[in-house]
């Protein structure tokens, strides 16, 4: 099974590895198989912006437990039962959209975290618990939970110390889209603003000893983050390979129609 148990992103964050990914947009357990199966690092199951819901979620993380490759999920708010189903559902972490403060931060740790040190309840019949099979599952679950927050806001980037600096935070990864849009310059990734930004941001995590995560639009886009020192980075998503594959197809053949027809 791909989960926090056989995963162990955190150590390899730890000890100094680049993780490589994709989300996974369109809610179907196919497709986020054809991904996990791709060579990712980690596929993440999109419950904010993507096509499924919490019921398509179960399907798509035993889907991704077949292949080598990681599943975690954005949720669609901080909150808790949006983050314990999440876990419940056999998730290797979590990703917290538009985290804007350290107290935020702190509320979301807490929820992937069993008591004493949090405030996620005790389920043992459950994918995320092996469904009871796992023997002395809560002596280490909480130490294995990828916890990534998201710096989306000009608030975020003002608390970003505060934020890189809380306890159980592992990543704080950028949302291009939202974060030049509230920049001014939504879509110009080379914006002085917006390449200060996440300077930024890859500052305060080296400093806090934490990862700086983001989403690029290609593998050249990738390569730029990759520079400043991102090492949790994804590419695309399901559906934007498809759409991508699909277009390129179409043009292709509408091309060598055109061709034929004049021979």
């Known amino acids: 099974m791909s989960d926090q148990f056989a995963g162990r992103m955190v150590e390899r964050l730890r000890n100094g ?10 809610g179907n357990a196919l497709s986020a198989e054809i991904c996990g199966l791709a060579g990712f690092d980690w596929v993440l199951v999109d419950l904010e912006h993507g096509a499924g819901t919490e019921s398509e979620l179960p ?7 077949t292949t080598p490759t990681s599943g975690l999920v ?7 039962s949006r983050i314990v189903r999440a876990l419940d559902a056999g998730a290797a972490g979590v990703m917290a959209p538009r985290v804007d403060s350290a107290d935020q931060a702190r509320a979301i740790v807490r929820a992937t975290r069993y008591p004493p040190a949090g405030s996620r309840g005790v389920a043992l019949m459950n994918r995320g618990a092996a469904f009871g099979a796992r023997a002395g599952m809560f002596s280490d679950t909480d130490d294995l939970v990828l916890v990534i927050v998201q710096i989306e806001s000009v608030d975020a980037l003002e608390a970003v110390d505060e934020i890189a600096a809380v306890e159980g935070v592992d990543v704080l990864f950028v949302g291009p ?11 110009r990734f080379d914006d002085p603003a917006y390449v200060d930004s996440v300077q930024t941001v890859a500052k305060a995590c080296r400093a806090a ?7 690029a639009g290609s593998a050249g886009d990738a390569e730029r983050y990759l520079r400043l020192g991102y090492r949790f980075v994804g590419v695309s998503g399901d559906g934007g390979f498809l759409a991508k594959a699909a277009a390129a197809a179409a043009a292709d053949l509408r091309a060598r129609s055109a061709a034929g027809s004049m021979s």
């Open 209 to 215: 000893g934490k990862t700086a995560g983001v989403l």
């Open 17 to 26: 590895e680049t993780l490589i990914g994709t989300f996974a947009n369109l």
């Open 74 to 80: 954005r949720v669609e708010s901080h909150e808790r």
């Open 177 to 187: 889209s939202d974060l030049s849009q509230v920049l001014g310059c939504f879509g």
């Open 59 to 65: 399907a798509q993380l035993q889907a991704l437990g």
